[in-house]
């Protein structure tokens, strides 16, 4: 028999490992904030060895550094364009997703908040949490432009800088019991913003 399936079925084992020791991470942080990871902590939480823990993640930092880095994918993944779609729908398809029921429940606004702190928290944390913001704003901005290119780039920039503080007010406060049609209104101010014209000012220039 060929080695190379198995080489192919470990290297698959190790993904799933490696993505069970995250997810186990972001749980506790969600549940029990950074006091409550360890690695022996995380390694109970994925049900596997504190060694493969140790094997994977050198210290608590750096298990934590990852978690981070998992929260950013998908975080872009909500700016990503849908090819399908028109690029206006696309924008209002993407605006939308922050709203999605995933992205509203307890544990998941929870370690939003956790996240939050950790930028208080360590220098590396710190730095993640903005370059995430960053790209997650370059995204939202691209997607704007495409909807309607008539407008500058910094305008575009300017209008994902102000969706994104309402979205992470959104999700901020829905931990606080926000209201369905809170959050639809708060969607559809999203996409005024997004879609607005270009502003006076900026036409008589």
Same mark, same amino acid.
């Given at each position: ?12 084992? @190790? ?10 991470? /972001?749980?506790?942080?969600? $549940?029990?904030?950074?006091? !409550? ?6 390694a109970?939480?994925? !049900? ?5 823990? =140790?094997?994977?993640?050198?210290? @608590?930092?750096? $298990? ?15 700016? %990503? ?9 696309? /924008? ?10 995933e ?22 944390? %710190?730095?993640? =949490? ?9 995204g939202l ?6 909807a309607?290119?008539?407008l500058?780039?910094?305008?575009? !920039? ?9 979205? =992470? ?8 019991g /926000? ?6 209104? =708060? ?19």
């Amino acid at each position: 028999m060929s080695p190379r399936p198995v080489r192919a079925m470990d290297a698959d084992e @190790k993904i799933d490992r490696q993505a069970r020791i995250l997810e186990a991470a /972001l749980r506790l942080l969600s $549940l029990q904030g950074i006091s !409550g990871v360890s690695m022996r902590a995380v390694a109970r939480e994925a !049900g596997v060895s504190l060694g493969l823990v =140790n094997y994977h993640y050198e210290d @608590k930092t750096s $298990l934590i550094r990852a978690a981070l880095r998992r929260i950013e994918e998908q975080d872009i993944a909500l700016v %990503e364009p849908d090819p399908a779609l028109e690029p206006e729908e696309r /924008l209002r398809a993407a605006l939308k997703r922050v709203a999605d029921p995933e992205f509203l429940t307890t544990e998941y606004l929870s370690l939003r908040l956790q996240l939050w702190a950790l930028a208080q928290a360590h220098e590396d944390f %710190e730095r993640i =949490n903005t370059e995430a913001q960053k790209r997650y704003r370059a995204g939202l901005a691209a997607l704007i432009h495409a909807a309607r290119p008539e407008l500058p780039a910094d305008e575009c !920039g300017r209008r994902a800088a102000d969706i994104d503080v309402i979205q =992470n007010g959104l999700w901020l406060t829905a931990l606080l019991g /926000l209201d369905h049609a809170s959050i639809s209104r =708060n969607v559809a101010r999203c996409e005024e913003i997004a879609l607005a014209g270009t502003p006076a000012a900026q036409r008589q220039d």
